[in-house]
């Protein structure tokens, strides 16, 4: 049995950076299949991951495909599962008569495995930790599933999809501003703003043609989020009625926050009152915008509310 291990080695702690970096690479990683070779690992995957017997292997370009293939089987509407490939959503739904799919996410996700694979892979190659050699094999024919896109081992048949096409980051998150951050051959593409999915229409609209329909109908807060961080918080102050300032008070550390209270209503329906605190980061200059209870009138109750409804009195700003 391994000694516990209390501290790593300079060179250990190095070395974390480097299979942090692999695991990247690997999640990343954009290129096609080799179908023989795939064929092989599915095979391993089946019988001693999963303790299956083999089954035929059939490549769509994307998840979309897979999933259409997969209503297709359970319809029974079709005998080969390439007569699926290049379908599109709405010609599959006229085959089974129904007005939607049925999404099915797969247990083994390929490449997107890559994270915690490299963290026990850091562990092993360090002999760090012990590991019997049965589990050992399977572990490292998922690394072997790495090389794949997402895998959907079925009874019957196992359906494997490529890896994205394109995929595009930007400080650690899913990011792309002009165009879907991940993008696979195919109609299945994948919008994302600073880490969040959004629809295309977020997007691909220019800022000034941004409706405050669509904002109005989003439900979801990190959404809403960025459609503001894209339209403009300016922009989006000019639909508020300034209830509050603090020009109207003698306050040393408001005014260098520069704390203002709106009354942003017009963008709820429905809403009489929705009192909200602007104020300013004075080391970041950035705005930053934040909801406060409907009975806030001035800045002093909406700025008691955001701290618990407590009285305090601010000493300093760093």
């Known amino acids: 049995m391994k000694e516990k291990v209390d501290k790593l080695t300079p060179e250990q702690e190095a070395d974390l950076a480097v299979w942090r970096d692999k695991g990247l690479a690997a999640g990343l990683n954009t290129d096609r299949i080799d179908k023989e070779k795939a064929v092989d690992i599915i095979h391993r995957l ?3 991951v999963l303790g299956r017997q083999e089954t035929p292997a059939v490549f769509f370009e994307n998840p979309l495909e897979a999933i ?3 209503n297709l089987l359970a319809e029974d509407k079709y005998e080969n599962p390439e007569q699926v490939r290049g379908k599109t959503k709405e010609e599959i739904l006229k085959v089974t008569g129904k007005d939607k799919l049925t999404f099915y996410w797969p ?3 390929g490449s997107f495995d890559s994270y915690w694979l490299y963290f026990y892979d850091y562990f092993i190659k360090h002999d760090l930790v012990e590991i019997e050699p049965e589990l050992k094999e399977k572990l490292y024919i998922l690394f072997d599933c790495l090389s794949l896109g997402l895998i959907y081992p079925l009874e019957d048949i196992c359906f494997v999809t490529e890896k994205p096409a394109e995929i595009h980051l930007e400080n650690g998150q899913l990011h792309y501003k002009t165009g879907p951050a991940i993008s696979y051959n195919g109609d299945f593409k994948v919008y994302a703003l600073n880490g969040v999915i959004v629809d295309q229409y977020l997007v691909e609209t220019p800022e000034e043609e941004l409706s405050m329909d669509y904002y109005n109908k ?9 459609f503001v961080r894209k339209f403009g918080i300016d922009r989006m102050m000019e639909f508020g009625k300034k209830i ?19 009354d942003m209503n017009k963008l709820f329906e429905g809403v009489e009152y929705a009192p909200h605190l602007k104020m300013t980061n004075p080391t ?6 934040e909801p406060v209870a409907p009975t806030c009138k001035t800045i002093s109750e909406a700025l008691k509310d955001r701290f618990g409804d407590k009285e305090f009195q601010i000493q300093d700003i760093k």
Do not use: G, M, P
């Open 46 to 48: 089946q019988t001693v």
């Open 68 to 70: 259409l293939a997969i």
């Open 107 to 109: 247990y083994l996700v």
């Open 218 to 226: 989003q439900k979801n807060a990190d959404v809403r989020t960025e």
């Open 244 to 262: 509050d300032s603090y020009e109207n008070y003698n306050e040393e550390w408001w005014t260098k926050s520069e704390y203002e209270l709106y």
């Open 284 to 289: 970041t200059k950035i705005f930053h915008v």
